[in-house]
Nanobody, 123 residues
Framework: VQLQAFGGGLVQAGDSLTLSCATS????????VGWYRQAPGKEREFVTV?????????YYSDSIKGRFTIARDKAKNMVYLQMKSLKPDDTAVYYC????????????????WGRGTLVTVSS
């Protein structure tokens, strides 16, 4: 199983950016997929998760609610994180992760972790 986050970069405050998570080696529809981030000197933080199958359920952390949107594309085995109104506090390495059980992602114990992508938001 492999997950790879990509699409990070340097943006300015107020900009938008979309991250992608490519998955392989798993039956995509059977897994919930989530995003985390880790800022320098801070613990890894849960950001959002989307349920398996059609992705009918999504959950967001309070820190990004209303600004970030998670979505999944079953045809491409991909999950996306659309980020709007970015702030310098959003600067972090963003990771995607997968688990059959959505709750495991929320409590930061997913089965599979992906490699991260760095997002830097300048003021």
């Amino acid at each position: 199983v492999q997950l790879q986050a990509f699409g990070g970069g340097l943006v300015q405050a107020g900009d938008s950016l979309t991250l992608s998570c490519a998955t392989s080696g798993l039956t995509f529809s059977n897994y919930a997929v989530g995003w985390y981030r880790q800022a320098p000197g801070k613990e890894r933080e849960f950001v959002t998760v989307i349920s398996r199958n059609s992705g009918g359920s999504t959950y967001y952390s309070d820190s990004i609610k209303g600004r970030f949107t998670i979505a999944r594309d079953k045809a491409k085995n991909m999950v996306y994180l659309q980020m709007k109104s970015l702030k310098p506090d959003d600067t972090a390495v963003y990771y995607c992760a997968a688990d059959r059980i959505l709750h495991n992602i929320v409590v930061k114990t997913p089965t599979y972790w992906g490699r991260g992508t760095l997002v830097t938001v300048s003021s």
